[in-house]
T-cell receptor, first 109, second 114 residues
Framework: RKEVEQDPGPFNVPEGATVAFNCTYS??????FFWYRQDCRKEPKLLMS???SGNEDGRFTAQLNRASQYISLLIRDSKLSDSATYLC??????????FGIGTKLQVIP | GAGVSQSPSNKVTEKGKDVELRCDPI?????LYWYRQRLGQGLEFLIY????????KSGLPSDRFSAERTGESVSTLTIQRTQQEDSAVYLC????????????FGQGTRLTVV
């Protein structure tokens, strides 16, 4: 089993739609979690951290479910500019950071 | 500069030649990572450094690949006897010591083996 698993997509959604991605991780001792965004031919950049209590940043909501070992990212009111690949990232401790392969989102006019 | 710097940004090499890719992490970042990303694919982990040692080399695809880090700073990824399947973007990232650490990426080196 891969350490961090994501559905690669692509997810094609209309503008204004709500879309959610999940990511599962295998190491129950993992300590911290992040979502990164990668635009085409660019380097990944941090989108948001994922806290145990869940956190929200504008149209984006991230949640962590330790019991089921997954994290989620919800995007409300999708914009064309949200089109990108979303990478799930897990810090397993001792600074070992593992990236998922990413979920591709395409927002359609 | 304040960010992660990689050089060269682009490299075209002939099959069979050796190449060296360089990464300058953010000053003070103790952890450094190398990833490979083929066109349209996800990030493929290669190697991780903590200081100058490499606790996890499990992602290096073959013994043609090696990496080192000196002075808890610059790292070089060396690919010997390059093959066409080595063509990809090689990304370097660094993080501060600690558990909740953001990884900062360089812009990558685009390697093309012809």
């Amino acid at each position: 089993r891969k350490e961090v698993e994501q559905d690669p997509g692509p997810f094609n959604v209309p503008e204004g739609a709500t879309v959610a991605f999940n990511c599962t991780y295998s190491n129950s001792a993992s300590q911290s979690f992040f979502w990164y965004r990668q635009d085409c031919r660019k380097e990944p950049k941090l989108l948001m951290s994922v806290y145990s209590s869940g956190n929200e940043d504008g149209r984006f909501t991230a949640q962590l479910n330790r019991a089921s070992q997954y994290i989620s990212l919800l995007i409300r009111d999708s914009k064309l500019s949200d089109s990108a690949t979303y990478l799930c990232v897990v810090n397993e401790g001792y600074q070992k950071v593992t990236f998922g392969i990413g979920t591709k989102l395409q927002v359609i006019p | 500069g304040a960010g992660v710097s990689q050089s060269p940004s682009n490299k075209v090499t002939e099959k069979g030649k050796d190449v060296e890719l360089r990464c300058d992490p953010i000053s003070g970042h103790t952890a450094l990572y190398w990833y490979r990303q083929r066109l349209g694919q996800g990030l493929e982990f290669l190697i991780y450094f903590q200081g100058n040692s490499a606790p996890d080399k499990s992602g290096l695809p073959s013994d043609r690949f090696s990496a080192e880090r000196t002075g808890e700073s610059v790292s070089t990824l060396t690919i010997q006897r390059t093959q066409q399947e080595d063509s990809a973007v090689y990304l370097c990232a660094s993080t501060l010591q600690g558990m909740n650490t953001e990884a900062f990426f360089g812009q990558g080196t685009r390697l093309t083996v012809v």
